[in-house]
């Protein structure tokens, strides 16, 4: 009767890590463009560049909270780098969502290397941008940190009169490091 009682146990045990470690699993974190707003035009005869604001929503679905190390997300038009983004070191907590405000410059010079392409995206209204930008961190479970990688790429379709975003698509990797 011992041994089964000691075998119930283990299998215990054995369910109720295996749902820990299920529900601890690592599951990408999301990114969305909320909003963009410019905020100022400097004229550098005959360029113009720009501010702009940008709110994105990140959520992180883990179970556990993260630190994360100051970075630059890299912002495209057309294929060509036309400004930058830094993204300063923070945490988040597990499970929830919290909204970032990037200052992004971009660089009237570069846009113009795709100017007519501007001016027909300008006339229809709608002008895709991609981004990539990579964060490093770590995640603390117990009194481990195991650190991590995330990559996202972004594609945001925005109105460029009105700065109004249309459409996006975000996609995450993230790549944990077991070890040191």
Do not use: C
């Not at 299920?22 to 720009?50: C, E, G, H, Q, Y």
């Not at 009194?143 to 249309?166: A, G, M």
């Amino acid at each position: 009767m011992g041994n089964s009682w000691s075998s119930a146990v283990v299998a215990a045990a054995s369910v109720a890590v295996a749902a820990l470690i299920m529900a601890a699993r690592p599951r990408d974190p999301t990114f969305n463009v909320i909003s963009i707003k410019l905020t100022s035009l400097k004229l550098k005869f005959p360029i113009l560049d720009a501010e702009a604001n940008l709110t994105v929503q990140v959520t992180n679905p883990n179970v556990v909270p993260i630190h994360y190390s100051g970075t630059t997300m890299s912002i495209f038009y057309g294929g060509t780098l036309v400004g930058s983004a830094p993204i300063d070191a923070g945490s988040q907590a597990a499970r929830s969502s919290q909204e970032l405000q990037l200052t992004a410059r971009l660089s009237g010079m570069k846009l113009a290397k795709n100017g007519k392409r501007f001016m027909s995206d300008v006339s229809k209204r709608e002008m895709v941008m991609e981004s990539t930008v990579d964060i490093e961190g770590a995640a603390k479970v117990l009194w481990w940190d195991h650190k991590f990688k995330v990559h996202v790429d972004s594609h945001v379709t925005v109105d460029p009169v009105f700065l109004d975003v249309i459409d996006q698509d975000n996609k995450s990797q993230l790549d944990v490091f077991v070890g040191s």
